[in-house]
T-cell receptor
Framework: DAKTTQPTSMDCAEGRAANLPCNHS???????VYWYRQIHSQGPQYIIH???NNETNEMASLIITEDRKSSTLILPHATLRDTAVYYC???????????FGQGTTLQVKP | ETGVTQSPTHLIKTRGQQVTLRCSSQ?????VSWYQQALGQGPQFIFQ???????GRGNFPPRFSGLQFPNYSSELNVNALELDDSALYLC????????????FGQGTRLTVV
């Protein structure tokens, strides 16, 4: 399973876009990029996932570089409730195993 | 609301005891995984079950075992509890097909004293 590298922490002003980067330089061709977030002491919440095309849903957008070695999760209008630990995970199609790193602690400030 | 429920929410056990944690998955989700999350760390994969058979395991000793039942419920059993087993235990379920997302329960907070 490919490993991911994320910044330990980031701040974002409320109402602004939050851009969370992730490096996954050893990703294989059949591995997807998943993003989850975890608000204090709750179970991880699924946000979005993608293979090579950019994806958007009601929560966020996922931008994957053409070489697939990095990606960015974009929360278009961050609110205080978006304060959480965000995990970038690479997962192969034949395994359900999610390998979590330390994630990025996003602090949204008023 | 993910449709995945875990019980109990909190639990205190004594070192050396055994514990059973329970998870109820969404209907139709035949794959369930269990994770251990120590304080300040990301979740660590324990094992995965598919249609009542274990089909993947992380770096956890045999005293961590599981069961999955046809009614979309599952159990995590831990024998001979150690102080380091204190953690948040999470279960996650997903559909069978391809790269679908996993939905997590709220977890069981286990404290071993």
């Amino acid at each position: 399973d490919a490993k991911t590298t994320q910044p330990t922490s980031m701040d974002c002003a409320e109402g602004r876009a939050a851009n969370l980067p992730c490096n996954h330089s050893t990703i294989s061709g059949n591995e997807y990029v998943y993003w989850y977030r975890q608000i204090h002491s709750q179970g991880p919440q699924y946000i979005i996932h993608g293979l090579k095309n950019n994806e958007t849903n009601e929560m966020a957008s996922l931008i994957i570089t053409e070489d697939r070695k990095s990606s960015t999760l974009i929360l278009p209008h961050a609110t205080l409730r978006d304060t959480a630990v965000y995990y970038c995970i690479v997962r192969g199609g034949n395994t359900g195993k999610l390998i979590f790193g330390q994630g990025t602690t996003l602090q949204v400030k008023p | 609301e993910t449709g995945v429920t875990q019980s109990p929410t909190h639990l205190i056990k004594t070192r050396g005891q055994q514990v059973t944690l329970r998870c109820s998955s969404q209907s139709g989700h035949n794959t369930v995984s269990w994770y251990q999350q120590a304080l300040g760390q990301g979740p660590q994969f324990i094992f995965q079950y598919y249609r009542e058979e274990e089909n993947g395991r992380g770096n956890f000793p045999p005293r961590f075992s599981g069961l999955q039942f046809p009614n979309y419920s599952s159990e995590l059993n831990v024998n001979a509890l150690e102080l380091d087993d204190s953690a948040l235990y999470l279960c996650a379920s997903r559909e069978d097909r391809g790269n679908t997302e996993a939905f997590f329960g709220q977890g069981t907070r286990l404290t071993v004293v």
